[in-house]
């Protein structure tokens, strides 16, 4: 088996292996998720345990694994560089915050729980990408005015 053909194998299984551990855990199903942001009210704790196990697992893993040289299948990490908190960050947060806790899907659990056939799901979904196509518009339309700016300044 080709390298392009391993990482697209590894991909679909990954895929398989989250959505299933989604669903397992209970991360499809927005009451749950909901009742564990519910901290006032009907505060459900049992998704601690699926934060907690990936948490610690990432934290364990991560060492051993970027003592490779570059993952198995590919040439190098992709890992992030920017290290400052900055407005963008905390806006990004704040907004996806709350459109977890309204909706009581993340974008994980949303696509997951696309095959319920849930209408509500779909919608979600179909506005999470819309905020996404959204942003990379005005990012791509701040850009222009940017490099229209310094252009006139030369």
């Given at each position: ?79 992030p560089t ?47 990408a819309a ?24």
């Amino acid at each position: 088996m080709n390298t392009s053909a391993m990482r697209l194998w590894v991909v679909f299984v990954s895929g398989v292996l989250f959505s299933v551990g989604l669903g397992l855990s209970g991360m499809t199903q927005p009451v749950k998720v909901k009742g564990f942001l519910d901290f006032f009210g009907s505060f459900d704790p049992t998704l601690l345990a699926v934060i907690g196990s990936a948490t610690g697992l990432n934290v364990i893993l991560f060492r051993f694994i970027l003592r490779r040289p570059a993952p198995i299948l590919e040439e190098k990490f992709s890992l992030p560089t920017k290290k400052e908190v900055d407005r963008p960050l905390v806006l990004g947060a704040v907004l996806f915050g709350m459109g977890w806790g309204i909706g009581g899907f993340c974008p994980g659990p949303a696509l997951t729980s696309l095959a319920s056939g849930t209408w509500t799901v779909l919608i979600f979904v179909i506005a999470m990408a819309a905020g996404s196509l959204g942003y990379l518009f005005v990012e791509k339309q701040m850009q222009s005015a940017k490099v229209s700016r310094e252009s006139k300044k030369s």
